[in-house]
T-cell receptor, first 113, second 110 residues
Framework: NAGVMQNPRHLVRRRGQEARLRCSPM?????VYWYRQLPEEGLKFMVY????????ESGMPKERFSAEFPKEGPSILRIQQVVRGDSAAYFC???????????FGDGTRLSIL | AQSVTQPDIHITVSEGASLELRCNYS??????LFWYVQSPGQGLQLLLK??????LVQGIKGFEAEFKRSQSSFNLRKPSVHWSDAAEYFC????????FGKGTRLHILP
């Protein structure tokens, strides 16, 4: 499967735990984007990364959330000390360059108990 | 600031009927515009995109959209819907990141 791969598909955490969401972009894509979708809402941009660089994190909450896209391996969205309000679907997308059509993964559905 | 408005939250049409989903955008320059479709529990699939040139854009699954600069609109159309078209549709505008509308959920009556 050459598409954007996200894992896990579903993640359940208790309040206060850490959540790690992974995203492997499409082959040949070096730009990765993370979006959050709350129930009955559209997708909200969180962060835009290229390899080893954060380009735009204007949509990231100031605390507890971080993202990386290392030289080797997938992009990781990390949420520390999760709270109920973090429950959402988190989607990753990739593109070959900025402004190019983004291809989306199937998302990770995060549930906080 | 860029923004996208999809005024219809839900739309219901009968199978075989024509469809138009509305989208209005706010953007300072010539926008990059997209329509995506999301089936339940799935990610987003790109239906079509407008970058420049011909204002009538053809997409996959028989969809098309027309860019109208004077109306700041990019409405999605399909002449005859199929039951499998039931899904949520998102209009989006982009520079480096994508700004999505809140979506229109399409229901199909048999």
């Amino acid at each position: 499967n050459a598409g954007v791969m996200q894992n896990p598909r579903h993640l359940v955490r208790r309040r206060g735990q850490e959540a790690r969401l992974r995203c492997s972009p499409m082959k040949g894509h070096s730009h990765v984007y993370w979006y959050r979708q709350l129930p009955e809402e559209g997708l909200k941009f969180m962060v835009y990364l290229q390899k080893e660089n954060i380009i735009d994190e204007s949509g990231m909450p100031k605390e507890r959330f971080s993202a990386e896209f290392p030289k080797e391996g997938p992009s990781i969205l990390r949420i520390q000390q999760v709270v109920r309000g973090d429950s959402a679907a988190y989607f990753c997308a990739s593109s070959p360059g900025g402004g190019q059509p983004q291809h989306f993964g199937d998302g990770t559905r995060l549930s906080i108990l | 600031a860029q923004s996208v408005t999809q005024p219809d939250i839900h739309i219901t049409v009968s199978e075989g009927a024509s469809l138009e989903l509305r989208c209005n955008y706010s953007y300072g320059a010539t926008p990059y515009l997209f329509w995506y479709v999301q089936s339940p529990g799935q990610g987003l699939q790109l239906l079509l995109k407008y970058f420049s040139g011909d204002t009538l854009v053809q997409g996959i699954k028989g969809f098309e959209a027309e860019f109208k600069r004077s109306q700041s609109s990019f409405n999605l159309r399909k002449p005859s819907v199929h039951w499998s078209d039931a899904a949520e549709y998102f209009c989006a505008v982009a520079d480096d990141k994508i700004i999505f509308g809140k979506g229109t959920r399409l229901h199909i009556l048999p």
